[in-house]
């Protein structure tokens, strides 16, 4: 397992390096830019930390002679999907502390434990967790193609849902939920799809 997330981070490394740009110079502009509103700095910011590596790393290994490099890899399929799982969390929390960070430096009296802050970010992060888990499944399963295309049409739905947003009166908010609930949920989902990734994960 150890070996498959070295191999993950030395081949998307670049990728890895625009990530963190990205976050630490992008989102600064979004969060200064936004206001009160952070409903593109939620998304766009966890979005492309994670989003970038890993499709890269998903595309490389759409081909038979990567395929075949893995097979020889001394690890099995467990152990490739729990390393590629590791890969996808390290960067969430990499880029929900940037976020996060921002949000204390530029809004004033921002705290992460008033009012429905916390669950409205641990909602947040399970679902790109689940988002990203489901575009591993769908490569696994079918192709890069497929778990791109799933991608974009996440895209469409959410920057849909930003302009409605901002531009009308039409707004999301997150319903009252116990933060010991909405977590307990959350890891229920987050290992249903990682057992469901381990089942699709095609390489013997």
């Not at 989003?51 to 038979?64: A, F, I, T, V």
């Not at 295309?149 to 996440?154: E, G, H």
């Not at 901002?166 to 987050?190: Q, R, Y």
Request: glycine share 4%.
């Amino acid at each position: 397992m150890i070996s498959y997330l070295k191999k993950d981070i030395r081949f998307s490394k670049i990728w890895l390096g625009i990530a963190v740009l990205y976050s630490l110079i992008c989102g600064y502009i979004f969060i200064k830019d936004s206001g009160d509103s952070f409903f593109f700095v939620d998304f766009l910011l966890p979005l492309f930390v994670t989003y970038l590596p890993l499709s890269r790393l998903m595309n490389m290994e759409d081909s038979r002679d990567t395929r075949d490099f893995l097979r020889r890899m001394p690890q099995g399929r467990n152990g490739r999907v729990i390393a590629r799982v590791i890969f996808i969390f390290s960067l969430l929390i990499f880029s929900f502390a940037v976020k996060i960070f921002y949000k204390y430096l530029l809004v004033k009296g921002y705290s992460l434990m008033s009012g429905m802050n916390l669950e409205a970010e641990l909602a947040y992060f399970i679902a790109f967790f689940a988002f990203n888990l489901i575009s591993l499944i769908l490569f696994y399963r079918f192709s890069f193609h497929a778990a791109q295309n799933f991608t974009l049409a996440s895209y469409a739905v959410v920057f849909a849902l930003g302009l409605l947003n901002k531009h009308t009166d039409f707004t999301l908010s997150f319903p009252s939920v116990n933060v010991e609930v909405l977590a307990g949920c959350g890891l229920l989902l987050i290992a249903a799809l990682i057992f469901a990734a381990i089942r699709m994960e095609k390489i013997s």
